[in-house]
């Protein structure tokens, strides 16, 4: 008589929301699965080192198309893998190779008793499970079981099927009962159960010669062994149940071996990739609206090669540069930046996890690095779970050595061609170590207009290559200039393009300075990798203003370090405020000379924390003869010092800055005899303040940017304190003269629009206020201004214009409001 159970074995149940429909428990009739072996191979050949190499991956792809051509017809295929390390890494990739030549093959582990356990998540859902043939099987049946064990030990993430050689009578519930999935040969009584039993029960409940099947409604069916068959039977009516149910867990290595599949089927069908792509850089500043720079590109990409870009157009600000000939600008970009994405390789050096559900047939997927190396990423992959196709990554990187400090980027994927599933999109914000701190960056590149295994490719890519024009190339380490030879080959450049010149002719109009207005001409060089260390160095001359910068990243330790120097050799004439209006008396000239030294260093999630050290040096004089007063004594002349300690925050477009100072100056007095004023407390100042400002891209080229803050501060005197207006003033209101206001406490907000009217021109126009309160009678006034900055094509010998202007419309203080600015012209070599 068969044993009939009265209390059930607990069942630990795990549902794998990804997984196919799991197979009958029990089949009979299926062949045994087709042989890939792979133990005499070299993996080396096979899994690309580094799947940032064009030529690495496409060589893979190729070599694995012939090894498993042959395999293509096979409904199910068993992989025999080596024994050693490279195990894991040859399983992904010959699960992706088989997947993206036939979706719907089964895939299965070959037992090896040898060979260590593979425990990788990853390995799991890469395939449908273990497989014991006759071959692997002792001809005793009452060994199975215990063979079924051991092949469970070594692969315990799926279920192993067994085919079986011969019928193994009432032990066929037993192994089913262990967990195994059983083929039974044809004619036995296992053959004939497998035929009665209802699709959709594949819950399983076994002891010796007794099955009870279960469906996920909870239905079931019992079976018992008796006379060499095996016939239904009621359930027992003393049956008690005692069930453990895990909470649902979702199979993320089954939706990431569809992803790896679908990328290989979408690489292998992109045999040559012509677009168009279109690279914008914003640069902001802790202040002021920033800048852009723009590049357009013809895109070449060929399988098995670097992708090439044909640079067709440079943007300075939105307008198109006037650059003829070969002309290679700094590359400033962290290293991998235009990498594959994270989950696209056939190699893994990130563990993944559940993220949840991203929208109907959506999930995200989560992805960290396996070690701390911090040029890979962490973040998320939105997937389409019926295809594998990803259609969003976000992905960042903290802490990184160079420049660039840290980045955000996002990917947005798109149906290039019909079939073929790639990035069209990618938007990046960066934070760039500067001499005057961190600053953010927001990157887009974009591609259209592809071509997808286009005839003329080769002749397109041939007439670029022969052309005069500048060409890149994306490798492995970042991009690189393809510069052409004598003999008009092109040879790829071994380090990144860091420096430059520029030659500037600036005309200055402002009534506060002296003279009002000032035509200069200035040199620039700058280097983003001086003497090849990372060190970025910028200096400017223009005789009557000079200026110098060095950053170091993390020169000193963690700390990244920076100096600067500045010298103003064209003097201003400083005149007090009295009763409301700019006085015509006790007029001062005022030249400077300062340098600074600063430390920072990141804290992370975009925080950041700055020590600063500056020392000026101040040179007053008589000023303009029309505001002297006789007898006025000057104020001391010398060095001043001062300690600063910033903290900032720079987030997608958002920034917020705090600072405290502490300052001593020259102790002394100055002004009228019979009105001398002192220093206050022997020189000894305080400042402080902060701001917030925001950047965003509101549509392609149009650009909005707003801006509070204030400052404060204590024991100021006229000559030290905070200066509002003119182009030098720690705030500068468009159309208000330089030295408008001596305060000890301001507040501003600024807004403005940078408006795209075509590749010949660009306006900005933005709307400024501020209120000071005046140190000389502690009255607050306020003034506001419209700025105007028009960005015109460069002619003759200059690459770009610009002319920017400021027009007083409001002010409580008579005699500031004026039109002041200046034009630029720019020429780059």
């Given at each position: 008589m068969p044993f009939r159970p009265l209390l059930a074995l607990p069942v630990l149940t795990f549902t794998l929301a990804a997984q196919a429909p799991a197979s009958a428990p029990l089949r009979t009739g299926v062949a045994e699965p087709a042989i890939l072996d792979l133990r005499a191979v070299d993996g080396s050949l096979l899994v690309p080192r580094d799947n940032r190499d064009a030529t690495q991956v496409e060589a893979a792809r190729q070599r694995w198309t012939a090894l498993v051509a042959g395999l293509k017809e096979a409904s199910a295929v068993r992989l025999r893998l080596p024994s050693g390390e490279g195990r894991l890494p040859l399983l992904l990739a010959a699960a992706q190779a088989l997947k993206a030549q036939s979706p719907t093959q089964r895939l299965y582990v070959a037992f090896d008793p040898e060979a260590a356990p593979l425990l990788d998540e990853t390995?799991?859902?890469?395939?449908?499970?273990?497989?014991?043939v006759p071959a692997d099987l002792n001809l005793d049946p009452a060994k199975w079981r215990a063979q079924l064990t051991r092949a469970q030990d070594s692969f315990p993430g799926r279920p192993w099927t067994l085919w079986l050689p011969s019928d193994p009578g009432a032990l066929v519930s037993v192994l089913m009962g262990d967990g195994g999935r059983v083929v039974v040969p044809a004619?036995?009584?296992?053959?004939?159960?497998?035929?009665?039993?209802?699709?959709?029960?594949?819950?399983?409940?076994?002891?010796?010669?007794?099955l009870?099947?279960?469906?996920?409604?909870?239905?079931?069916?019992?079976?018992?062994?008796?006379?060499?068959?095996?016939?239904?039977?009621?359930?027992p009516k003393d049956r008690t149940e005692v069930a453990v149910s895990a909470a649902e867990a979702y199979d993320v290595g089954a939706l990431l071996a569809k992803v790896r599949a679908a990328q290989l089927r979408s690489r292998a069908m992109a045999r040559?990739?012509?677009?168009?792509?279109?690279?914008?850089?914003?640069?902001?500043?802790?202040?002021?609206?920033?800048?852009?720079?723009?590049?357009s590109f013809g895109y070449f990409e060929q399988a098995g090669e670097w992708p090439e870009l044909l640079q067709k157009a440079v943007r300075f600000n939105g307008v198109t540069a006037k650059l003829d000939g070969e002309v290679q600008l700094p590359l400033i970009e962290s290293r991998q930046s235009m990498s594959l994405p994270v989950a696209l390789g056939m190699t893994e050096r990130y563990r993944y996890r559940d993220g949840g559900a991203a929208g109907p047939g959506r999930r995200r997927l989560r992805f960290e690095p396996v070690d701390a190396d911090p040029l890979l990423y962490a973040g998320d992959l939105e997937v389409e779970e019926a295809t594998g196709r990803i259609l969003v990554e976000r992905r960042e990187r903290t802490d990184l050595p160079g420049t660039?400090?840290?980045?955000?980027?996002?990917?947005?994927?798109?149906?290039?061609?019909?079939?073929?599933?790639?990035?069209?999109?990618v938007q990046t914000f960066e934070r760039w170590v500067s001499a005057g701190g961190v600053v953010q960056v927001q990157r887009r590149f974009t591609y259209r207009d592809f071509q997808v295994n286009g005839e003329g490719f080769e002749a397109a890519r041939a007439a670029a290559r022969a052309s005069g024009a500048t060409m890149l190339k994306v490798t492995p380490e970042g991009a690189r200039y393809f510069t052409k030879q004598g003999d008009g080959t092109r040879k790829i450049e071994e380090k990144p393009k860091s420096s430059g010149r520029a030659l500037a002719a600036v005309v200055l109009?402002?009534?506060?300075?002296?003279?009002?207005?000032?035509?200069?001409?200035?040199?620039?060089?700058?280097?983003?990798?001086?003497?090849?260390?990372?060190?970025?160095?910028?200096?400017?001359?223009?005789?009557?203003?000079?200026?110098?910068?060095?950053?170091?990243?993390?020169?000193?330790?963690?700390?990244?370090?920076?100096?600067?120097?500045?010298?103003?050799?064209?003097?201003?004439?400083?005149?007090?405020?009295?009763?409301?209006?700019?006085?015509?008396?006790?007029?001062?000239?005022?030249?400077f000379g300062k340098m600074g030294l600063e430390l920072g260093r990141d804290l992370g999630l975009g925080f950041r924390l700055e020590g600063r050290g500056d020392f000026e040096y101040d040179d007053f004089s008589e000023g303009d003869s029309k505001y002297r007063t006789p007898g006025y004594q000057l104020p001391p002349s010398g060095l001043t010092r001062i300690g600063t300690l910033q903290g900032s925050w720079l987030f997608r477009g958002f920034q917020v800055r705090a600072y405290h100072g502490w300052g001593r100056r020259p102790d002394g007095t100055y002004g009228l005899a019979a009105d001398l004023q002192e220093v206050p407390d022997g020189?000894?100042?305080?400042?402080?303040?902060?701001?917030?400002?925001?950047?965003?891209?509101l549509s392609p080229g149009l650009w909005f940017h707003g801006e509070a803050g204030w400052a404060s501060g204590r024991a100021f005197?006229?000559?030290?304190?905070?200066?509002?207006?003119?182009?030098?003033?720690?705030?500068?209101?468009?159309?208000?003269?330089?030295?408008?206001i001596t305060a000890d406490r301001l507040s501003y907000a600024k807004t403005a629009l940078a408006i795209p009217t075509g590749p010949n021109l660009r306006l900005s126009l933005s709307l400024e206020y501020a209120r000071a309160r005046s140190l000389d009678d502690q009255k607050t006034y306020g003034m506001g201004g419209v700025g105007v900055t028009g960005d015109l094509p460069g002619f003759w010998l200059f690459t770009a214009v610009r002319v920017d202007l400021g027009v007083g419309v409001q002010s409580d203080i008579a005699g500031v409001r004026t039109v002041n600015g200046y034009v630029a012209l720019l020429r780059v070599f």
């Open positions: 390995a799991w859902g890469a395939v449908d499970g273990g497989a014991l004619g036995g009584p296992g053959a004939r159960l497998a035929e009665t039993l209802p699709a959709g029960f594949t819950d399983v409940e076994g002891g010796l010669g007794d009870t099947l279960r469906n996920r409604a909870g239905a079931m069916r019992r079976w018992t062994f008796a006379g060499g068959a095996w016939s239904s039977v009621p359930l040559t990739v012509q677009a168009k792509a279109e690279l914008d850089l914003h640069l902001q500043t802790p202040s002021g609206r920033g800048g852009d720079l723009g590049f660039v400090k840290s980045e955000r980027e996002i990917l947005t994927y798109g149906e290039a061609a019909p079939g073929l599933w790639r990035p069209v999109s109009a402002d009534p506060g300075l002296t003279p009002p207005v000032a035509p200069l001409g200035g040199l620039l060089y700058f280097d983003y990798n001086a003497f090849g260390k990372g060190v970025q160095l910028n200096a400017l001359t223009a005789i009557l203003f000079n200026t110098a910068s060095l950053a170091i990243p993390r020169g000193l330790g963690s700390f990244d370090v920076s100096a600067d120097a500045t010298a103003l050799l064209l003097k201003g004439t400083e005149r007090p405020v009295v009763n409301g209006r700019l006085s015509d008396r006790d007029g001062v000239g005022r030249r020189g000894d100042f305080r400042r402080w303040g902060g701001s917030l400002g925001l950047d965003r891209e005197d006229r000559f030290k304190a905070l200066d509002v207006g003119g182009l030098g003033g720690v705030v500068r209101i468009a159309g208000i003269r330089a030295n408008a």
